[in-house]
């Protein structure tokens, strides 16, 4: 099977403390690898956690809270003085380019690699990128500033030829392209062949949605319908749902809420407010309504 998986970088809200960072995370699929957010300090824990950076093409950043791309400066420039040459791709918020644009033009530097800019809107569910590995869709969510999640999606296999069923047939090899589209076809005789009887079901797609930060936001529930793993923060707990509610930010009941609305199969919490050192009470919180419930520790690898 395909490799997918979440490696996590930083997992706490606002700033560093009780050993936790920023919100940074890689995501995985068959070998390319996508950085979603970038706080302080991102390009040390892709170091410690021994992410290959050049593998790295495309960078997503949710929203312009410092916590999650004041370190992007730093991984740019650090890629400039590593004499990248490969194309990045910077997904975000429309000011984000002015800031680095900025940034770079005051200290003078002059990039040896190809800079791109997409500017990512949050009122309604978009496609970004479309790759032969899977599809990356922003997706609206409700924070004080204009923030979006991001769902990568696996795209759907093909149908499988099952050679000894078809070798019953007369079909032409030219019809073998339609059979795994899942069509049915004609044998050589002009009789219909039917998909089901010649061909078996591809693998199935997986998707993962990084929704962080957010209020608890309905709207949400339809764009991450049935995804197989859904980060969804949780900063507080419910006790201090009306803090949550101040700062437009989750508890983790309500995080495990939307896990249930959405089908979820796993829910990871993260974005945990420093008031919380043992973070145990956040999980079992979640557990009380949604039981597949893992917390997104640092350097810890989530399979999707």
């Given at each position: 099977m395909t490799e997918f998986n979440i490696t996590i970088l930083g997992s706490n809200s606002a700033i560093f403390n009780h050993g936790r960072h920023p919100t940074a995370q890689v995501v995985n699929i068959n070998n390319a690898c996508f950085l979603v957010d970038c706080g302080e300090g991102t390009q040390e824990r892709l170091y410690e956690n021994k992410i290959k950076w050049f593998k790295i093409d495309h960078i997503f950043i949710s929203h312009l809270h410092g916590d999650h791309y004041f370190g992007l400066i730093g991984l740019l420039t650090?890629?400039?003085?590593?004499?990248?040459?490969?194309?990045?791709?910077?997904?975000?918020?429309?000011?984000?380019?002015?800031?680095?644009?900025?940034?770079?033009?005051?200290?003078?530097?002059?990039?040896?690699?190809?800079l791109k800019f997409v500017a990512t809107k949050d009122d309604e569910k978009r496609l970004l990128l479309d790759?032969?590995?899977c599809s990356v869709y922003s997706i609206p969510l409700h924070h004080k500033l204009p923030t979006t999640g991001f769902l990568f999606a696996e795209k759907t296999e093909p149908r499988l030829l099952d050679l000894e069923k078809i070798r019953k047939y007369a079909i032409a090899k030219t019809d073998f392209k339609?059979?795994?589209?899942?069509?049915?076809?004609?044998?050589?005789?002009?009789?219909?062949v039917k998909n089901s009887a010649v061909t078996t079901k591809g693998k199935t797609p997986r998707s993962y949605a990084f929704c962080s930060d957010t209020m608890y936001h309905i709207p949400l529930v339809k764009a991450i319908k049935n995804v197989d793993l859904l980060y969804h923060e949780a900063t507080f707990l419910h006790?201090?749902?009306?803090?949550?509610?101040?700062?437009?930010?989750?508890?983790?009941?309500?995080?495990?809420?939307?896990?249930?609305k959405a089908n979820a199969k796993k829910l990871l919490?993260?974005?945990?407010?420093?008031?919380?050192?043992?973070?145990?009470?956040?999980?079992?919180e979640a557990k009380t309504f949604f039981k597949n419930v893992e917390l997104a520790i640092e350097g810890g690898v989530f399979k999707v």
């Open positions: 650090t890629f400039n003085l590593l004499k990248r040459t490969n194309k990045l791709t910077v997904f975000g918020p429309k000011e984000l380019k002015k800031i680095i644009d900025i940034q770079l033009k005051v200290s003078n530097t002059k990039m040896n690699y190809e790759l032969p590995e339609l059979l795994k589209q899942g069509l049915d076809v004609l044998d050589k005789d002009g009789r219909k006790e201090d749902l009306q803090r949550a509610k101040e700062t437009t930010h989750s508890t983790a009941l309500q995080a495990a809420q939307i896990a249930k919490l993260g974005h945990f407010s420093s008031r919380y050192i043992d973070l145990s009470v956040l999980e079992n």
